[in-house]
């Protein structure tokens, strides 16, 4: 068995901490690992599983990467896309990776953003689909309702099939809250999880029948693939002309093979702040509350306060998320709709949908402390043994004072060792590199100085990460 973690999406729902740059599967919501990190972990004692197929988009290839090493998995294959394409493409191009091995695995197919809160029912299901799977069905895990959801699609189940499972009936879509109260009386319907299981080779013979012009595009994206580190890239026209689709549209709602088995495991696909609310233990006034936060007199609130001292008082089910750069207040009733924020900021190409202040590299991160009219000023903190690349910039000078740590600062010609309380300078048009050679985090203040101060006015000519 082979897991498929796809770990594209931005989570934007979960906005001002979700961003398109750094999206809810980076992030620590409901324990001290990330989602991916909570994903890739339980796996573990699944038997004969092996290393997982991540598919990820290009801006994401480190953190995914290195997310994984900090728990000491490493992904067989990191494929990359070009662009977003859905569900089925991805699940496509994993398939063809695991293919190429010679053996025909069962892939078990997980979103990297889902919360899993009883791991030993999350394997028992596995376990249980298995021999589905490996008798050619397409098995796909319904959720065993607790509540009339209506934010959720729907499985209706048919006949029982193998041990433990039914043929799938019906897809159906997000209902209305009568209809999910007749569904949840019924007792033959499921949440739709999002997660499958099946033979590589069943999943490249039904999307082939159904929506051969995916399939035809995700080969030529493959067959065109190059490798780049621990990375794969598929060719970007080839896969830029794939039509856009999702597996339940393309292949589960179509097939004549499809199965569900029923999966009780504390599921949530935390697709809003309320979710996360639900799922958190709270205080004594039903309040989540995370960071510097004091409720007086408040209820039914979640706040999280990320960057200073927030209080309430006096309030009622209210969600208050507090970042370096971006508020969010809003009734808890309505967090479905942070969407539509989102959507009014990126109409008005405001960047505080796509990044962070603190930007996250492979060497490290820097954190915009301040800015104004031809200055910006940077906290940088670059990782033992990691170097920045070897660049230039045309319209901005840089002073580097080191905070903790030692540097070691290429400039033009000259190699210099910089330590704490010390500091150099960039001249503009100046070659320079910025290298950790401790076993510290290196911390340094940037003060940039010139006429533009943009990331794209980076020329490089030495990356040890491939950036071009």
């Not at 290195?66 to 398939?95: D, Y």
């Not at 004549?256 to 009780?264: K, Q, T, Y």
């Not at 490290?364 to 000023?377: C, L, T």
Request: charged fraction near 25%.
């Amino acid at each position: 068995m082979i897991p498929v973690i796809l770990c594209g999406g931005t989570g934007s729902r979960l906005w001002p901490l979700s961003r398109e740059a750094y999206p809810k599967q980076f992030l620590s919501l409901t324990g001290s690992d990330t989602m991916l990190q909570a994903t890739a972990l339980r796996l573990d004692g699944i038997e004969e599983v092996q290393a997982p197929i991540v598919v990820c988009n290009e801006e994401h290839r480190f953190a995914a990467a290195e997310q994984l090493q900090e728990i000491g998995h490493k992904a067989q294959a990191i494929l990359l896309e070009p662009c977003a394409r859905n569900t089925a493409p991805a699940i496509a191009l994993a398939a063809l990776a695991a293919l190429e091995t010679g053996a025909d695995p069962l892939l078990l197919v997980l979103p990297a953003d889902h919360m899993v809160a009883d791991v030993a029912a999350f394997q028992r299901a596995v376990a249980e689909a298995s021999a589905l799977a490996e008798a050619g069905h397409l098995v796909t895990f319904g959720i065993v309702p607790t509540r009339a959801e209506t934010g959720y699609g729907y499985i209706r189940r048919g006949e029982a099939v193998g041990e433990g499972g039914w043929k799938v009936a019906e897809f159906v879509e997000k209902p209305d809250a009568a209809t999910a109260e007749r569904y949840l009386a019924d007792g033959g319907y499921a949440w739709n999880s999002g997660i499958f299981l099946f033979r590589a080779a069943r999943y490249i013979e039904e999307l082939g029948q159904h929506q051969p012009e995916i399939l035809d595009a995700c080969r030529a994206a493959f067959a065109g693939a190059a490798r780049d580190l621990d990375f794969t890239r598929v060719d970007a026209e080839a896969f830029s002309s794939c039509p856009e689709d999702s597996v339940d549209y393309a292949v589960m709602e179509k097939t004549e093979s499809a199965a569900v088995v029923p999966m009780d495991a504390g599921w949530s696909d935390v697709g809003s702040w309320s979710a996360l609310w639900e799922l958190s233990e709270r205080d004594d006034d039903d309040n989540l509350l995370h960071g510097d936060a004091l409720a007086e007199d408040s209820s039914g609130c979640l706040v999280r306060a990320d960057s200073r001292l927030v209080g309430l008082l006096g309030v009622r089910d209210l969600v208050v998320v507090d970042t370096d750069d971006a508020l969010l207040i809003a009734d808890k009733q309505r967090v479905q709709e942070v969407k539509r924020l989102v959507q009014r900021l990126n109409a008005a190409s405001r960047s505080e949908t796509r990044r962070h202040r603190k930007v996250y590299r492979p060497w490290g991160y820097y954190d915009s402390i301040d800015a104004g009219p031809r200055f910006q000023v940077k906290r940088i903190v670059v990782k033992p043994g990691r170097q920045l690349s070897l660049q230039m910039h045309h319209h901005r000078a840089e002073h580097w004072i080191v905070v903790r740590g030692t540097a070691k600062v290429t400039r033009g010609d000259e190699e210099l060792l910089v330590t704490e309380n010390q500091s150099t300078y960039i001249p503009l048009g100046v070659v320079h590199r910025l290298e950790n050679p401790g076993t510290i985090p290196l911390e340094l203040i940037e003060v940039q100085s010139g006429s533009y101060l943009g990331e794209d006015d980076i020329v490089r000519f030495d990356d040890s990460y491939g950036r071009v």
